[in-house]
């Protein structure tokens, strides 16, 4: 078993249903303020209004020529605090206006405000004219970020709930610096955005331990050859960024995916249904919900080969074995307090054959998703399914990203009674 921290690449979560969502960026001086440009241009794709706040600071790396062209609405700039199309006062009427704040790249002159309550300038009045959740992205220089004032003044701000963050991360800096500090890419701010949207900033997970299984388990029959089969692991690094985004402790056990695991998720690399039996088991007892999303594989070959067979010498029947019965082992091992949530992935009626793993494998609940529907299942960018739990509850999701679904189950499973 392998411990690992991140693997390769982001996946592509996107929501399409953002039509007509407030979104409001405020922009620091810093150079990761080209980031900033991908983050309004894929809001405003996703159907998201869009308004934008530019610091002095800011100017200097990028133009405010730039982000109204992205955002398609004037940027807003210092000195200005009351405008003639504005019959009130532009920071109040932003600060109402918006459903989410994002402030990106967040300096530490910024920073230093906002803990202290100071507004000196058009987005730090925005703050405070504002009620929304507001996302934090961090960047600047290794000794800055670790600074005792810093730190200090991060964790004040982070002591207030409507404050939320994503960031930062570590990896080589402007400055040829290679440490933290570094601003987190636009695919975690954009899914930070979306969950905030979807929640408003509530963190019902706080203090929760959450256990995530994802990933399509490999079954080899000699070193390259395997029984397996499609499943990429999105939803379930979906459902881990949804649970740390509600403030969750969150481990992913995860086989073997091409996607990069979401920065501050404890992730178990895994191959075959063995030794995600193994991790699952010694996670287990810690947790309080439990969401086994992997694809599992149902049989593995009988015996295993140590070297690759020769073409000639492949059986021309295979024996086959059954692998452990993961999801039915974590139901009789289950405590009170704990909630275990099941997938079943299924093609044609999905409604039946998810309520007999529900009740056979005593689960509180179960995510039925159909794999024989556009854009739903293995490998796409979004997903559907129909909620069941044990009190009889059932709740259909329509099409949606798997992000959306994700944060739609956790509503889902908050409401199960012991």
């Known amino acids: 078993m392998k411990h ?52 002095q600071a800011a100017q200097e790396f990028i133009t ?14 210092d000195p ?25 790249p967040l300096t530490a002159n910024t920073l230093g405000k906002l803990a202290h309550g100071l507004a000196d300038n058009l987005l730090t009045n925005t703050v405070l004219a504002s009620c929304c ?22 964790q004040q701000l982070l002591s207030d709930p409507r404050y939320h963050s994503v960031g930062p991360d570590a990896g080589l800096l402007a400055c040829d610096r290679v440490g933290s500090g570094r601003m987190a890419e636009p695919e975690e701010i954009l899914a930070s955005v979306r969950s905030l949207l979807h929640t ?3 963190r019902d997970l706080v203090g929760k331990r959450v256990l995530i299984s994802t990933g399509g388990t490999q079954e080899y029959l000699d070193p390259v050859r395997f029984i397996g089969n499609p499943s990429t692991g999105k939803m379930g690094l979906a459902l881990a960024q949804a649970a740390l985004h509600r403030g969750a402790t969150v481990t992913l056990v995860h086989a073997p995916i091409s ?10 690399s895994v191959v075959n249904a ?28 009988a015996e295993y080969a140590q070297e690759k067979l020769p073409k000639k010498l492949l059986p021309n029947s295979l024996p086959l074995e059954p692998v452990p019965d993961i999801l039915a082992e974590l139901g009789q ?25 529900l009740r056979n494998k005593k689960l509180d609940a179960i995510a039925a998703n159909p794999i024989d529907k556009p854009n739903s299942g293995f490998g796409s960018d979004t997903n559907q399914a129909i909620f069941l739990d044990k009190q009889g509850r059932q709740l259909e999701i329509e099409p949606c990203s798997k992000l959306e679904l994700a944060h739609h189950l956790f509503d889902f499973v908050s409401n199960i009674s012991g």
Not at 133 to 147: G, I, K, S
Not at 259 to 268: C, H, N
Not at 274 to 301: G, H, N
């Open 274 to 301: 063995a030794q995600m039996q193994q991790a699952m088991l010694e996670c287990f007892p810690d947790a309080d919900v439990i969401v086994m999303a992997a694809a599992v594989a149902d049989v593995k070959p």
């Open 200 to 202: 408003n900033g509530k």
């Open 4 to 55: 690992e921290q991140r693997p390769n690449r982001t996946a592509n979560i996107q929501n399409p249903k953002l039509e007509g969502r407030r979104v409001l960026v405020g922009v620091g001086g810093g150079i990761a303020a080209y980031k900033v440009c991908e983050v309004v241009s894929n809001l405003f794709k996703s159907g998201v209004d869009i308004r934008a706040i530019l610091t």
């Open 259 to 268: 996607w990069e695991v979401p920065l501050g998720v404890r992730a178990i």
């Open 80 to 104: 200005v605090f009351w405008q003639p199309s504005h019959t009130r006062p532009v920071h109040i009427e932003l600060g109402e206006w918006a459903e989410v704040f994002v402030i990106a």
């Open 64 to 77: 405010p020529l730039t982000i109204t062209t992205l955002s398609r609405h004037p940027a807003y700039t």
């Open 133 to 154: 959740p507001v996302l934090l992205a961090p960047a600047m220089n290794t000794e800055m970020w670790e600074q005792v004032s810093v730190q200090r003044n991060w």
């Open 333 to 357: 091992r289950k405590q009170p307090h704990q909630r275990l949530i099941g997938f079943a992935a299924q093609s044609g009626y999905i409604v039946k054959p998810a309520l007999e793993k």
